[in-house]
């Protein structure tokens, strides 16, 4: 499956975004995907997950209640909303799948990744 992350941009803190994950492949519902970032000098860290139907779902504490994770499978897409946005959630943000019926919030879980999206979050 190919991955294609789009939606990234500058916001003021506070401010809101939706990213966008579009998929390749017919098999894509049966993909579960997550969502990491990269800051400047850090490590890629684990941001959001859904698995493959959309009905369970796990965040990383620094976001929990301010993004939400949603997918559309009929349109191949999964979706990060982002609101409250703070300075340090700036970094490059990657949307990755695998197969499996469950979720998956570690990044070597995960055999497929897309090309990152900027989102800078100006204070």
């Known amino acids: 499956v190919q991955l294609q992350a789009s939606g990234g941009g500058l916001v003021q803190a506070g401010g809101s975004l939706r990213l966008s994950c579009a998929a390749s492949?017919?098999?894509?519902?049966?993909?579960?995907v997550g969502w990491f970032r990269q800051a400047p000098g850090k490590e890629r860290e684990f941001v959001a997950t859904?698995?493959?139907?959309?009905?369970?779902?796990d965040y990383a504490d620094s976001v929990k209640g301010r993004f939400t994770i949603s997918r559309d499978n009929a349109k191949n897409t999964v979706y990060l909303q982002m609101n409250s946005l703070r300075p340090e959630d700036t970094a490059v943000y990657s949307c990755?799948?695998?197969?499996?019926?469950?979720?998956?919030?570690?990044?070597?879980?995960?055999?497929?990744w897309g090309q990152g999206t900027q989102v800078t979050v100006s204070s």
């Open positions: 990755a799948a695998r197969s499996g019926r469950s979720y998956y919030s570690y990044r070597n879980d995960y055999a497929y």
């Open positions: 492949g017919r098999t894509f519902s049966s993909y579960a």
């Open positions: 859904i698995n493959f139907s959309g009905s369970n779902t």
